[in-house]
């Protein structure tokens, strides 16, 4: 059985903070994913990973960078947490482009 | 840039009936691949059904067909039977190898189903 596993389904942080949310695979795909969804505007991808130490930037990547150090495992990290950040936070993974994704459970992010 | 729209953000079946899902897609590539997946209240997405671009027959899983019309850039979810546990947020989602894997999907549509 394929797994995502993501370190927090529930996370509460202050504005300004650093925030690191972690996402580890053990299936040994190649590319993984992070997403925000907020309701009304679906999944919106954040930034991608085809490789080890190779990101790509998605469609709203204003705020975040992310950290893959290892195949099994891709970092998600808010600089400077800002409200607007509040959202839930899907992490995914998938062999190949052509194979399916799987997620793990997101993290509901308040920043207060 | 490829992108995905679903335009109905809310859909309603009854139990038993059939119901459709609309998406539309738009891309200047030949070979790419499009998905279904369901979000049901726990939260955890599913692959629903997959179908590779250039297959022309459109994929069948069980109760769960796709109308893929490569032309008009439209894969329409058909959920035959329809119960209970169909109940979900919908997303269409296209993923091609030319842009490196990268999965983008729609906005969702939230399918309730009454007894």
């Known amino acids: 059985d394929v797994k995502v596993t993501q370190s927090s389904r529930y996370l509460v942080k202050r504005t300004g903070e650093k925030v690191f949310l972690e996402c580890v695979q053990d299936?040994?795909?190649?590319?993984m994913f992070w997403y925000r969804q907020d309701p009304g505007l679906g999944l919106r991808l954040i930034y991608f990973?085809?490789?080890?130490?190779?990101?790509e930037k998605g469609d709203i990547p204003e705020g975040y960078s992310v950290s893959r150090e290892k195949k099994e495992r891709f970092s998600l990290i808010l600089e400077s947490a800002s409200t607007n950040q509040t959202s839930m936070y899907l992490c995914a993974s998938s062999l190949n482009p052509g194979r399916e994704a799987f997620f793990g459970q997101g993290t509901r992010l308040t920043v207060v | 840039a490829q992108t995905v729209t679903q335009s109905q953000p809310e859909m309603s079946v009854q139990e038993a009936e059939t119901v459709t899902l609309s998406c539309t897609y738009d891309t200047s590539e030949s070979d790419y691949y499009l998905f279904w997946y369901k979000q049901p209240p726990s939260r955890q997405m599913i692959l629903v059904i997959r179908q590779e671009a250039y297959k022309q027959q459109n994929a069948t899983e069980n109760r769960f067909s796709v109308n893929f019309q490569k032309a008009a850039k439209s894969f329409s979810l058909k959920i035959s039977d329809s119960q209970l546990g169909d109940a979900a947020m919908y997303f269409c989602?296209?993923?091609?190898?030319?842009?490196?894997?990268?999965?983008?999907f729609g906005q969702g549509t939230e399918l309730s189903v009454k007894p």
């Open positions: 990973s085809y490789d080890v130490k190779m990101k």
């Open positions: 299936m040994d795909h190649e590319n």
């Open positions: 989602a296209y993923s091609s190898r030319n842009q490196g894997g990268k999965l983008i």
